[in-house]
Every structure is written in structure tokens, then in C-alpha cells.
């Protein structure tokens, strides 16, 4: 698949720009490894068709990955996966009175046919969908591959920390219950 000079590798779409705040979340981890991208507001129900003609457009273009992030009844990622044989990760948004239940189960619950990966609701899930868009990359992409290992690395390097400071911090409270006065 050859990508046309300028076209994005991910596109990002997202049913109202109130998805905004999180989805840039994922545009920061596309950011972050340096894949180029592009965010749209594009409805699955309220534009449809400039929906449906964005996603062949791109798909056309040689745009590798779909992120779609829709709250309430979201049908953004299976209206997108309908149109493209990319993979599309879903974001489900808590933007209802569900808190994102809807969404999770909406994107989540595609039949048998028409796949959609599904991440968890909201920030998380946002910051995931660039990761997995990085990752689906990566295959073709030692070079890529090798920066989310050291993206890794520093995850365990993070954690690691964080559990040494926690049993610093356990010893002194117990060395300061020996003390007596
Ligand atoms: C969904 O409805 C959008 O993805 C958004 O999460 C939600 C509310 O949209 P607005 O009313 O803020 O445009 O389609």
C-alpha cells in the first residue's frame, strides 16, 4: 500500500468537537512518535455522507489506521470500518448520562464481519488508540518498533521508581514508630 505524498498515516475522527479534549490525547501520542496525522469532527449520524466520503478518500490516499471517538449511541468506528478495509480503533466517550457505558457497549459490540478494536472509555482509551495505531505501524517498522520498546522501558522504569519510593517512605514510618519518647 503506498501512502500519497502529504497523507496522513492515522486519521483521527470524532463525532463533535466536545470530543476534542480527549481526543487529543491520541494526537499527542501521534505526536509523540512523530506519525503523521490528522484530527476531524465528522458525525456517523448528523454527516454521514461527508463522513463516509472522508474515510474512502483517505483510505484511497494510503492512510494506514482509523481512530474514531464518538460518545452516547456511537456509531462513528462502525460507520468508518464499514467504508475502509483499515483497521479502526474505537474510543468510546463518557459525553452522556451513561457516563460512556453506551458508547463502550455501542463500539465495542460490532457483529460478527466488520471488526472495530475497542479501548477503554475516555482518556485512557484515547491515549491507547494512538498507542495500538502505533503499534499496527510498528509491524511494517523495526525503527518504530524500536521507540515504543524504549517508550516501554521507561513505563517499567516509572514503576519500578515509584515502588522503591513507596517502601522508603513504609521503612521511615516504621522506624518512626520504633522511636519511643
Ligand atoms: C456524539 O454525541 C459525539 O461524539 C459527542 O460525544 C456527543 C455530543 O455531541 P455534541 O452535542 O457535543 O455535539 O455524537
Known amino acids: 500500500m503506498r501512502r500519497a505524498r502529504g497523507n496522513p498515516d492515522v486519521v483521527i475522527f470524532m463525532g463533535s468537537d466536545s470530543d476534542w479534549t480527549v481526543m487529543a490525547k491520541a494526537a ?10 490528522l484530527a ?8 454521514h455522507d461527508r463522513t463516509v466520503r472522508l474515510v474512502k478518500l483517505f483510505t484511497r490516499r494510503g492512510t494506514r489506521v482509523f481512530i474514531a471517538g464518538a460518545g452516547a ?17 474505537g474510543v468510546p466517550l463518557a459525553s452522556s448520562p451513561l457516563s460512556g457505558l453506551d458508547s463502550l457497549l455501542s463500539t465495542a459490540q460490532m457483529p460478527s464481519g466488520i471488526p472495530v478494536a475497542c479501548t477503554a472509555i475516555g482518556e485512557a482509551g484515547a491515549r491507547n488508540a494512538g498507542l495500538l495505531a502505533v503499534e499496527i505501524l510498528a509491524v511494517a517498522d523495526r525503527r518504530l518498533e524500536r521507540r515504543l520498546e524504549s517508550y516501554r522501558s521507561v513505563l517499567e522504569r516509572e514503576v519500578v521508581a515509584k515502588d522503591a519510593r513507596l517502601q522508603r517512605e513504609r521503612r521511615q514510618i516504621a522506624t518512626r514508630g520504633k522511636v519511643k519518647i
Request: glycine share 6%.
Open 28 to 37: 499527542a501520542v501521534l505526536e509523540e512518535f512523530g506519525i503523521p496525522h
Open 40 to 47: 476531524i469532527v465528522s458525525s456517523a449520524h448528523r454527516t
Open 73 to 89: 449511541a456511537a456509531h462513528l468506528a462502525g460507520a468508518v470500518a464499514a467504508v475502509t478495509p483499515r483497521p479502526v480503533i
